[in-house]
């Protein structure tokens, strides 16, 4: 079972920059694809971004595109998240996914696993 674990949440200041980290472990081999969601308080799993894991384009959620960026090192089976121009409405705990071959990258149900989550609080 692949094994995720997240890193670089924190608190930063509206329009700082922060990058989150996505280490991977056991039969990551398995992996099709990573994403990355967030819950804020009161609401639903939100889709971030996802990437495929033998390369392709990343897609991105509507509230993040042009301003979060997704990628990966396959040989450190990592995946990244840097975010920009973070606003407080970024606050959330971002949780890293992977997925043996879920095709609907937007839902959470297409991932299989997921890692424990990293705070991000976006003061203005």
């Known amino acids: 079972q692949v094994q995720l674990v997240e890193s670089g949440g924190g608190l930063v200041q509206a329009g700082d920059s922060l990058r989150l980290s996505c280490a991977a472990s056991?039969?990551?081999?398995?992996?099709?694809?990573m994403g990355w969601f967030r819950q804020a308080p009161g609401k639903e799993r939100e889709f971030v971004a996802a990437?495929?894991?033998?390369?392709?384009?990343?897609v991105y959620g509507d509230s993040v595109r042009g301003r979060f960026t997704i990628s990966k090192d396959n040989a450190k089976n990592t995946a990244y998240l840097q975010m920009s121009s973070l606003k407080p409405e970024d606050t959330a705990v971002y949780f890293c996914?992977?997925?043996?071959?879920?095709?609907?990258?937007?839902?959470?149900?297409?991932?299989?696993?997921w890692g424990q989550g990293t705070q991000v609080t976006i003061s203005s």
């Open positions: 990437i495929p894991w033998s390369g392709g384009n990343a």
């Open positions: 996914a992977a997925t043996r071959g879920g095709i609907y990258w937007y839902r959470e149900e297409s991932f299989d696993y």
């Open positions: 056991r039969h990551t081999f398995s992996i099709r694809a």
